[in-house]
């Protein structure tokens, strides 16, 4: 079955403690991004990638790493979280991201005191 | 980032009623696609037209693009309280970088 998955889907944690939350799909697609989602706010991108070791901002980066060193995964660093980065997070993955859809993920609760 | 737009924000309708939502975008596109959310999950793509398109439909879903107002409509005919839902709109550009930007959505309450 396609499908992109992410891990895990919801997490509690404190200020500054490192976590990374990973996304995996199936479908030998090339461009894989992140987002998050808060109310009122929409969906906000915050990396994109490409391709393998192709990585890019999007609109809100600042706080979150990303890394790309297999087509399949593309996992979301937080290196020092803080509150402000409670979120509800989505992976997608797509062919062409602008031409074809996008497959998401499940979608990351994290909570962060 | 340039959002596509929703309106409204938020639909309240009786089952088997039609329901109508509206997106406005502002750069040029290449398609746009409508999504949908059920509370909490991950978006789930419903349709895609292209920009030389002007109508589409997919079983009750049925949406019209007129690029020359830069707008959209998602008309969902006979609706069920199963559609309750959030739905965006996505718009694709034709230049810069290629990806979707997503409005805010409207926020579809159908009762029974």
């Known amino acids: 079955e396609a499908q992109v998955t992410q891990n895990p889907r919801y997490l509690i944690t404190v200020t500054g403690k490192k976590l990374t939350v990973t996304c995996s799909q199936n479908m030998n697609h090339e461009y894989m991004s992140w987002y998050r989602q808060d109310p009122g706010l929409g969906l906000r991108q915050i990396y994109y990638s490409m391709n393998v070791e192709v990585t890019d901002k999007g609109d809100v980066p600042e706080g979150y790493k990303v890394s790309r060193k297999e087509k399949r995964n593309f996992p979301l660093i937080l290196e020092s979280p803080s509150p402000n980065q409670t979120s509800l997070y989505f992976c997608a993955s797509s062919l062409y991201p602008g031409i074809n859809e996008q497959f998401f993920g499940p979608g990351t609760r994290l909570t962060v005191l | 980032s340039q959002q596509g737009e929703e309106d409204p924000q938020a639909l309240s309708i009786q089952e088997g009623e039609n329901a109508t939502m509206n997106c406005s975008y502002k750069?040029?596109?290449?398609?746009l696609q409508w999504y949908r959310q059920n509370s909490g999950r991950g978006l789930v793509h419903l349709i895609l037209?292209?920009?030389?398109?002007r109508e589409k439909h997919s079983g009750r879903l049925r949406v019209t693009l007129d690029t020359s107002k830069k707008s959209s409509s998602l008309l969902i005919t006979a609706s069920r309280a199963a559609d309750t839902a959030s739905y965006f709109c996505?718009?694709?550009?034709?230049?810069?970088?290629?990806?979707?930007?997503f409005g805010k959505g409207t926020m579809l309450l159908v009762s029974p």
């Open positions: 037209i292209r920009s030389n398109e």
């Open positions: 750069t040029s596109i290449n398609n």
């Open positions: 996505a718009t694709g550009r034709t230049s810069g970088y290629s990806t979707l930007t």
